[in-house]
């Protein structure tokens, strides 16, 4: 690696960093933060002009510099070539991922069914990224550590906070990547799981403040039962019980996630509501109405 290219990755962490500490806690003035931003773009942009076209390609063209190529792109206008150009707004992907690509999300409570539906549409797109929140990266496996109850793992008034850095690092690591390489992502969880869930414990306009930066999902399904079929699935898969998988809680979540769907549909979010209730292939059909909207053709639906 050249002194040209490891000085052009600082730059990108650096960036990262800055932006990651501003979305979680907000410790400067927006001002101060998005002069910071400004500068250290211009730095970027000087560099990339110095740099020759091999370490150009060292940055672009390797798969572990993808995050470089994700934030060059994405937030700091400069394109592939190294000349400046408009950056997407901030919830936005570029435009030719946005056409070429589609991040999709499937959300509900624990026991609504969403998990199955998630495997399935994922066998039926095998060419899609599957992930899913909170991950297995590092702050994911806290936050694991934590809905387990584990001895010594963080206090759950802690969650906010990780999830919104599980999910700066999950987009950056893993989801923006594969969209701007053209494929499909399909989540298992995502935003939406934080508002319902973390909004028990702070205040819902504080989670928000936490997360409304983040990437918009092209399109949100919602597997929607009432509370008491969630803990009866629940309590028939067996395996570890978690912090929200009582019927007290999952009744709260249920109201939350109502109401935070409304929310987020005012905020221009594509939410389609599924009725999660009967058996898997009766929620299937609900929810594939329309397969071209997976990039599916009626005849490949299993």
Known sequence: MTHGVS??????????VLRMRWQLDHFMPK??????????????VNLWRRLSEGERAMLGDLKQDSLATVLREEHFGVSASGSPRLA???????????????????????????????KRLSAAMPHALTTCEPTSREFGRVIRRTLRGEPGAPSPLSLPW?????????????????????????????????????????????VWALNRSFRVPDVTFWLDVPAEVAAERIGMRGGTVEIY????????????????????????????????????????????????????????IP
């Open 162 to 206: 990780a999830f919104a850095a599980d999910r700066a690092d999950h987009l950056v690591s893993v989801v923006e990547p594969a969209l701007v390489e053209g494929r499909d992502v399909i989540c298992d969880r995502y935003l939406p799981s934080s508002l319902a869930y973390q909004s028990l414990t702070l205040p819902l306009e504080r």
């Open 31 to 44: 001002e101060e933060f998005e002069s910071k931003i400004r500068a250290l773009r211009m730095r970027m």
């Open 7 to 16: 000085q052009y990755r600082k730059l990108v962490e650096e960036t990262l």
């Open 245 to 300: 998988d009582a019927l007290d809680r999952l009744k709260q979540v249920n109201e939350a996630y109502h109401t935070i769907f409304r929310f987020l549909e005012g905020e221009g979010w594509r939410i389609e509501k599924i009725d999660g209730s009967g058996d898997a292939d009766e929620v299937q059909d609900r929810m594939w109405v329309n397969p071209k909207q997976f990039g599916l053709e009626q005849g490949v």
């Open 88 to 118: 997407a707004t901030e919830n936005q992907a570029p435009e030719d991922s946005r056409t070429t690509s589609r991040f999709i999300v499937i959300e509900g409570l624990d026991g609504s069914g969403k998990t199955t539906q998630f």
